[in-house]
């Protein structure tokens, strides 16, 4: 059904236009909001991000007087409805129940059919914020302890045959317990039986997988364990392992790095779609080792499997777990026994403050005791990020599907 109108009295009526018949119906509009709770319920305190189809805020449930993060799913490029790829996060993340995975408490409803919020659990840190203003890095304690965590919410999607497609260090959630939770599943896709084409414009440029470069027409869990070693070596490095500028140049550092790929070490590489887009450099060393000298040879193991060209020999999450890596000093480090830092994504924003990503706020009070001078910023533009919402504090919506199930 189409929306035709709304009545504005005591008993508001939606209209809608049924796409079968072509005539008008008229429905009540608590009929639209089903089980959902009006966004009205929820006190919003300031924005603190945006992920692939939805502005994300940290707000306050005020029968609860819980702290949440409410995401706004994006609407304004779609004339007939909700997009498909929101109802998909929706309906994957209800699916999902694990420690490492973000959890989706609800979806609450406002006053038009243009747009829907999902309430989630609200995490004080994104990796990329850290990373982007930590003085010193991560120890290799907290590295594993932060890449178990992956690698076990990772496993449990693969499990479940969904492809997250967009695994990055800001789409990785930080609580005050030092879990790590998953985050933004705008992207993600379950497989199916067969696997049916993606289109392989996904994965922020920095961690996208050779595949998506050449833009195979079939994705696996491969694309997200190439992530997954793209952020474990920018956590051993204390920056991006491989920055690139462009989808030549990305592909050419990935060269240096591993060595330039042909059809033995990746059978059907040059029948890949883009291949012939491309004059590869030659260059036949894998460069791992040079990279990381202090990495342990159990470390340069799981990165070289992590980044094998070919996907069908990459490593799997539940393979990565079983790493001896994780088993030899220094041990990962209790959760709990993660650093402290600054709770920067909930301090307020004033009037005229400039929107940015998450690590905007980084001079405010009290940051300077953990990290010093000015912050730089060593990541992609397309992180800084402006608000396309109004700054009104009514963020109302009404309810295309209420009858969702709340977890």
């Known amino acids: 059904m189409a929306e035709r109108g709304e009545k504005s009295s005591s008993s508001k009526k939606t209209g809608l236009v049924s796409f079968l018949t072509g005539k008008p119906i008229e429905i009540p509009e608590k009929h639209l909001f089903g089980k959902c709770r009006f966004v009205g319920e929820f006190e919003k305190l300031n924005r603190i991000g945006e992920g692939t189809y939805g502005v994300v805020y940290r707000a306050r449930d005020t029968k609860s007087n819980e702290i949440v993060a409410l995401k706004k799913m994006r609407m304004e490029k ?23 995975i973000v959890c989706l408490k609800e979806v609450v409803v406002g006053r038009s059919l243009e747009s829907i919020f999902l309430v989630m659990e609200y995490c004080e840190q994104d990796l990329a914020s850290l990373l982007d203003n930590m003085q010193k890095p991560f120890l290799e304690t907290h590295v594993k302890c932060i890449m178990m965590q992956v690698f076990k919410g990772l496993a449990y999607l693969h499990k479940k045959e969904i492809v997250h497609r967009d695994v990055k260090v800001s ?21 199916g039986h067969p696997m049916s084409p993606m289109t392989p414009q996904v994965v922020t440029l920095w961690y996208r ?18 992530a997954a070693g793209c952020i474990l070596g920018e956590l051993l490095l204390h920056k991006p392992l491989l920055p690139g500028k462009s989808e030549i140049d990305q592909i050419n550092l990935i060269i240096d790095l591993l060595g330039t790929p042909n059809d033995n070490i990746w059978p059907e590489f040059s029948q890949l779609p883009a291949i012939e887009n491309f004059t590869l450099k030659s260059q036949p060393y894998n460069n791992l080792k040079t990279r990381f000298p202090g990495l342990s040879p159990s470390g340069q193991r799981l990165l070289n499997f992590l980044f094998m060209y070919d996907p069908k020999r990459r490593a799997t999450a539940a393979e990565c777990l079983e790493s001896s890596y994780f088993k030899e000093h220094p041990l990962p480090c209790d959760p709990r026994m993660m650093p402290t830092f600054p709770q920067h994504r909930n301090l307020k924003q004033s009037q005229g403050q400039a929107q940015g990503t998450v ?44 009858s969702l199930a709340r977890r």
């Open 78 to 100: 779609e004339k007939d409805g909700m997009p498909i790829s929101g109802l998909r996060e929706i309906m994957l993340l209800q699916a999902c129940n694990h420690p490492n």
């Open 171 to 191: 789409n990785l959630l930080l609580t005050n317990m030092g879990t790590i939770k998953i985050a933004d599943f705008g992207l993600a896709r379950e497989l």
């Open 209 to 226: 997988a050779p595949e998506l470069l050449f833009q195979t027409k079939t994705q696996t869990s491969g694309v997200d364990m190439w």
């Open 359 to 402: 690590a905007a706020s980084v001079s405010a009070p009290g940051l300077s005791q953990m990290f010093s001078g000015a912050a730089t910023n060593l990541y992609p533009q397309d992180r800084v990020l402006a608000d396309p919402t109004a700054t009104s504090s009514k963020l109302g919506i009404n309810e295309l599907f209420g």
